[in-house]
């Protein structure tokens, strides 16, 4: 950080240390449709979303009924974790060094996941592209979505802050 604020403060030209944007959290979010039927599904992604981030994951479930998915409210359809501080900046340096560039034909991450109001989000087809994951332990291969929450007022200023930590965006 003592490097980024100064090099974000002279770009956007911002009077006051203070205006620089700042990664709040990091949401990982693992939505299983298949677990309505299967429970150890949502067990193995907790396990496997904990050993990920060192913090334990939670479960979510469904808010209200869908018959179409075959859904009832309260039913167990997914796992998720927010990482906030030390563990937050620990993710996302093995993220950027070690997961992303082990992704299959990885040529960077599109910038079309900004919100408009400085969140950045985009989804990880493999969760065995980080190396905590034993490869023999997965039976289902599972996707999952990863969310940058930061304190920037639009997407240019998230983009450059998440590029100042080393993120591979495409050219």
């Known amino acids: 950080m003592e490097e980024i604020v100064p090099k974000l403060k002279t770009r956007f030209e911002y009077s006051s240390s203070m205006q620089v944007p700042r990664i709040t959290k990091i949401c990982l979010n693992q939505g299983l449709g298949r677990a309505t ?3 150890k599904i949502i067990d193995a992604a907790i396990e496997e ?3 990920l981030t060192g913090q334990r994951a939670t479960q979510t479930v469904a808010t209200k009924d869908i018959s179409n998915f ?3 409210k309260g039913v167990a359809i997914g796992a998720k974790v927010t990482l906030r501080g030390d563990k937050m900046y620990e ?3 093995r993220l950027i060094s070690v997961a992303l560039p082990r992704t299959r034909d990885f040529r960077g991450v ?7 109001h400085g969140n950045f989000t985009f989804g990880v087809k493999e969760q065995i592209i980080f190396p905590e994951i034993d490869l023999d332990k997965v039976k289902q291969i599972n996707g999952m979505d990863i ?5 920037a007022q639009t997407n240019e200023e998230a983009k450059a802050l998440l590029e100042s930590f080393g993120f591979p965006f495409t050219k």
């Open 37 to 39: 039927a299967d429970k």
């Open 91 to 93: 993710f996302l340096d």
């Open 147 to 151: 969310t940058f929450v930061t304190t």
């Open 70 to 72: 075959k859904l009832r």
């Open 49 to 51: 979303l904990t050993l």
């Open 110 to 116: 599109k910038s079309s996941g900004f919100d408009g």
